[in-house]
């Protein structure tokens, strides 16, 4: 049994696939699941990103996306679809990395995830070097109480991260305030109210699980 696990997060760069285009013509977020790659070499891919940013549309205009589905909720777009052209993460999943979280911003990737023994890891970098664009953020032992991603172990809606995240870039929590409530909101398109309380509910499970 191989007791040790690593934390390892990469930043990919210049990828162009479905997922890193969409989220920079709507220059929105854009939050996937782990990715299922078919024997076939295409990608089964479910994601999310703010209602009426652009990426659905984004999607459906790409020549690789087939079958896209997308499901609505006042806030948030859910984008279930086939893609023709993989993410090069596939590549690392290839060497053994686990995929726990993925995050497209503005063409650019994010991906974090687990990789046992610190012989995959060598593989793991490897396949990085090989592959333009790719570089390594951050590696670390996997604690006692990392075994999820962040927006999973504190149990975060995808709206709570993205009004969280954002309050943060804007320094709506520095002292002194940065942006107000109002500035946040209009960066996200919503109102204040619905900003105050994504964050406000955001705060209640935080604080929550680390005062259990």
């Known amino acids: 049994m191989i ?3 690593l934390v390892v997060e990469f930043r990919v760069t210049g990828d162009d696939c479905p997922l890193a285009r969409a989220s920079a013509t709507a220059a929105a977020a ?7 790659l078919r024997t ?3 990608a089964l891919v ?3 990103g703010p209602a009426n ?7 459906d205009a790409d020549d690789r996306i087939r079958y896209l589905h997308v499901a609505r909720t006042d806030d948030r777009e859910t984008y279930r679809c086939l893609s023709k052209s993989p993410c090069a993460v596939h590549e690392l999943t290839d ?3 686990l995929v726990e979280s993925a995050r497209y911003r503005d063409g650019e990737e994010h991906h974090r995830g687990a990789v046992v023994g610190r012989d995959v890891l060598a593989g793991v970098l490897d396949a990085a070097d090989d592959r333009v664009g790719i570089t390594v953020e951050r590696v670390s032992p996997l604690g006692p109480t990392d075994e999820g991603t962040v927006p999973t172990h504190w149990n975060l809606t995808p709206a709570q991260i993205e009004a969280v995240e954002a309050a943060l870039d ?3 929590f520095a002292v002194p305030r940065e942006a107000t409530a109002a500035e946040v909101a209009a960066d996200l398109g919503i109102s204040k109210s619905a900003f105050l309380e994504r964050v406000h509910r955001a705060e209640s499970t935080l604080f929550g699980g680390i005062f259990d």
Do not use: H, I
Not at 53 to 59: F, K, N, P, R, V
């Open 3 to 5: 007791r040790e696990c």
């Open 30 to 36: 854009v939050d996937a699941d782990p990715p299922q």
């Open 40 to 42: 076939d070499g295409n």
């Open 46 to 48: 479910r994601a999310s």
């Open 53 to 59: 940013s652009g990426a659905a549309e984004a999607l």
């Open 95 to 97: 060497a053994g990395f």
């Open 170 to 172: 804007r320094g709506y």
